[in-house]
């Protein structure tokens, strides 16, 4: 639904809208990968490693 | 083939029969199917990048603080693997001819923590020193910084100095933390040292070599191993000892992998570097 929505409001033909789509994706990816991922992270339990503060 | 003839994923749900045409005119309650398929398939890639992001980038981005971190702090001996003459080739940079590597020699080694150089505990998430495990290989050389918080020191700068314990050197126990996986994992390989391996500490002022003692595996809330003398809280230390923490098993925070070591000796920084560093055990 959300897709091919996308897919049939990007203007151009085939090959332009192929480049934004993989410009979007790598914007989202770097984003999460810099920003969401490390926030997520701070709030879990996970990969303590020192004693004391578990 | 054009790409505009593949029909968008998502549009074959709810498509009733195999005839492509006519194009059967879906209901809300199909768009709906279609819409969530399209959100949990959505989910699922970011759950996957989470976990590739976890395991792989936060190693990119942590080994670039650390370092940094390492090249911000300058020591009499560069804290970098230094060229082995041995090998004869000019390793060096700027096409300088390889000197011979100077090794601390034998009268400037004390095997006694007395009169040993002990900094002042630095400030937060302020590298002081740095760690070589010749297990670890002869290139392993990791920043070690004041603190065990996850942000300002564990997650960037890698090994953190449990605040309040020993110094370098200090009789008393040195206790430092670092990631098992993840965040440039500094000690990754903690499960492989073994009793005799050489823990050296390079700081300012001076080499410490440390050789390990015992390993042990205890849960996460049994402080007594960064004790003095580890494992006997309250007890007065009279030897410098020296102990690793990090997670167990590999992935998990269940428990944790202790590693205790003793002072074999020092020496004044300035006059070479120990043999140890370069000892392949």
Redesign the interface.
Known sequence: ????WI?RHLPGP??A??TMLVLAAAIV?LS??EWV?PW???AL?????????? | MTVDSVPPFGEVVGAPTAAPSPRPRRGAADKGIALTGELLITAGVVLGLYVLWQLFYTDVQSERTQSAALEQVVFPEPAATPALTSSGAGAGEAGETSTPLEMIPDDLKVYSPAGAPVMAEPAEATTFAALWVPRWGSDYIKPVSEGTDRHTTLDRLGIGHYTDTAMPGEVGNFAIAGHRTTYGKPFTDINTLEVGDALVVQTDGAWYVYRVTSTQIVQPEQVEVIAPVPNQPGTAPTVASITLTSCHPRYSAEQRYIVHGELEYWAPAGHGYPQEVFDQS
Request: glycine fraction near 4%; avoid cysteine; charge should be negative.
């Open positions: 639904m959300m897709y091919p897919w085939a090959w809208k192929v990816v999460l990968f991922f997520i992270f701070e339990p996970y990969q303590d490693q020192t004693v004391g503060d578990a």
